[in-house]
Nanobody, 122 residues
Framework: VQLQASGGGYVQAGGSLRLSCAASGFSFKDFGLAWFRQPPGKDREFVAGVSWSGQSTKYADAVKGRFTISRDNRYNSVYLQMTSLHPEDTAVYYC????????????????WGRGTLVTVSS
C-alpha cells in the first residue's frame, strides 16, 4: 500500500496550491479519503474528507470556503485545492484512506501517506 502526496511548497499569503495524493496497493474506489495536516509544534488535525463516490465532502471550519477536496477514481488520486492561503495553514499535509470513514477521526484511518510540506509566508 502506498499513498504518495505531492504539490507542497512555498507560497505567499493569499496564494494557492494544489496537493495531489496518488494511491496504489488497495481498492481505491472502496475507500474514504481525507487530508490531515500537522502545523509545526502542534498535533495533527483534520482538514477535509471525501466519500467513496466523491459526492460527499467534509471540511474543518478553518478551511471551509477556501479549500476543496476531490478525487478521481480513474486515476486513484485525491486532491486538495487550497486558495486564499494564510500563514496558519503552514503544515505538513498528509493524505489518509479507510474503508469505513472520510470524517475527522484521526484514529479511524488505516493507511497514511508520508506528507508534503506547505509553507505560507506573511
Amino acid at each position: 500500500v502506498q499513498l504518495q502526496a505531492s504539490g507542497g511548497g512555498y507560497v505567499q499569503a493569499g496564494g494557492s496550491l494544489r496537493l495531489s495524493c496518488a494511491a496504489s496497493g488497495f481498492s481505491f474506489k472502496d475507500f474514504g479519503l481525507a487530508w490531515f495536516r500537522q502545523p509545526p509544534g502542534k498535533d495533527r488535525e483534520f482538514v477535509a474528507g471525501v466519500s467513496w463516490s466523491g459526492q460527499s465532502t467534509k471540511y474543518a471550519d478553518a478551511v471551509k470556503g477556501r479549500f476543496t477536496i476531490s478525487r478521481d477514481n480513474r486515476y486513484n488520486s485525491v486532491y486538495l485545492q487550497m486558495t486564499s492561503l494564510h500563514p496558519e495553514d503552514t503544515a505538513v499535509y498528509y493524505c489518509a484512506a479507510d474503508e469505513s470513514t472520510y470524517g475527522s477521526g484521526i484514529g479511524g484511518y488505516e493507511y497514511w501517506g508520508r506528507g508534503t510540506l506547505v509553507t505560507v509566508s506573511s
